[in-house]
């Protein structure tokens, strides 16, 4: 029979396993967007601020700066053209 102790004890290494799990997929996840945005690879979408562009993927747009995204009526869905926004700023912001 486990003790009230032991299983206290096994309790909390559980949720310290759990924690550093948890902290280890998020920094995996992250990591994973950002070489998505860096490497602009199978990108769906093209950003147009005043100069240059950058090439995006939807579903990360989506989750990172769904504003982007929002009431946007273009002839071409996968050109969004952001007059009020600098390359640099939006490269900040997205990355």
Not at 30 to 52: Q, Y
Not at 58 to 82: C, E, F, N, S
């Amino acid at each position: 029979m486990i003790t009230t102790e032991a299983s206290r004890e096994f309790q909390a290494k559980e949720r310290k396993y759990k924690e550093q799990l948890k902290r280890c997929l998020s920094s995996a996840l992250s990591a994973d967007l950002n070489r998505l945005l860096h490497e602009e690879l199978e990108t769906d979408v093209c950003l147009c601020p005043v100069s240059g562009s950058v090439r995006a993927h939807r579903p990360v747009l989506l989750a990172r700066a769904p504003l982007l995204l929002m009431g946007q009526l273009h002839k071409d869905p996968t050109t969004i053209h952001l007059p009020n926004y600098e390359l640099s700023a939006l490269k900040d912001f997205l990355w």
